[in-house]
C-alpha cells in the first residue's frame, strides 16, 4: 500500500530522473566530444548543461524522499491511504504552473495538521495561504518563510507581531483583503487585522476560514472567466 502512495505522489518525478539520467548520459558523451572538437568555451558550456540537468535529478530524488516520508507521517498519524491521496492531487493540482515545490507545501501540510486540523482542513489551508502569499509578488523565498512563520502561529494558537509581519511583507494587499472581509471595513489594513486578533475580537479559526473562502472564490472566478473565452 505504502508503495502505491509513493508511485501516486511520485511518479512524475521518478520519470523526469530515469530521463534525466539517459539525457545527461547522452550530454555528457555528446558536449564531450564537443569539446575536444571546438575547445574549452563549449566544453564548459557542456559542463554546465550537464550539471543543470544532474541538479534536476537531485532535485527529483529529493522530492521523491519527502513525498514518501509525507504518505508515512500521514498514515502513522491515522489518515488512510485514499485521503493521503485526495491530499496529494489536492496539491498537485493547485500547484500545477506555479514556482513553489510540491515537497515544501507536502512538507507544510504535514506541519498544520500537527497543530490539529483534519488532513482536508490542513491541505486546503495551506494551498490557499500559499497562493495568497505568492500573489503578493514576492517571490517563492519570502512567501516559504512567511509560510513558515504562520506554522509557528498556529501551533500556539496566536499570532505574534513577527509573524504577521511576515504575512504581511509577502502580500500586503491580500492580507487587507482578509482583513476587509473579515471586519468589514472597507480601509482596513493587515495591521488592523493583526490588532484585532491581539484584543481577541478575531480568532485565528476566522482568520482561516476567510483565507480559504477568498481562495475558492478566487478560483471560482478564474474557472467562470475561462469558461466565457
Do not use: C, W
Not at 564537443?34 to 554546465?48: E, F, I, Q, R, S
Amino acid at each position: 500500500a505504502q508503495r502505491t502512495i509513493a508511485e501516486l505522489l511520485t511518479g512524475a518525478d521518478v520519470q523526469f530522473a530515469n530521463g534525466g539520467r539517459r539525457m545527461g548520459d547522452s550530454m555528457t558523451s555528446g558536449f564531450s566530444a564537443a569539446t575536444v572538437a571546438l575547445g574549452t568555451v563549449v566544453g564548459n558550456l557542456a559542463m554546465d548543461a550537464v550539471n543543470a540537468f544532474m541538479g534536476g535529478i537531485d532535485a527529483g530524488i529529493r522530492r521523491v524522499d519527502t513525498l514518501n516520508n509525507f504518505g508515512k507521517v500521514m498514515q502513522q498519524l491515522g489518515e488512510s491511504e485514499e485521503s493521503v491521496t485526495e491530499s496529494i492531487n489536492t496539491i498537485k493540482a493547485a500547484l500545477d504552473g506555479l514556482p513553489s515545490s510540491t515537497a515544501n507545501i507536502a512538507a507544510l501540510v504535514q506541519q498544520v495538521k500537527a497543530t490539529g486540523l483534519s488532513l482536508e482542513d490542513a491541505t486546503d489551508l495551506t494551498v490557499a495561504l500559499n497562493n495568497a502569499l505568492l500573489a503578493g509578488g514576492q517571490g517563492t523565498a519570502v512567501a516559504e518563510a512567511a509560510m513558515q512563520q504562520y506554522a509557528r502561529a498556529l501551533s500556539r494558537g496566536e499570532f505574534h507581531q513577527r509573524e504577521f509581519d511576515a504575512l504581511n511583507r509577502a502580500a500586503p494587499a491580500q492580507m487587507a483583503q482578509v482583513a476587509q472581509a473579515i471586519l468589514g471595513v472597507a480601509d482596513a489594513t493587515g495591521q488592523d487585522l493583526y490588532e484585532a486578533m491581539k484584543k481577541g475580537d478575531v480568532s485565528m479559526q476566522e482568520f482561516n476560514d476567510m483565507v480559504v473562502k477568498l481562495n475558492q472564490e478566487t478560483n471560482a472566478s478564474i474557472t467562470s472567466a475561462s469558461m466565457l473565452v
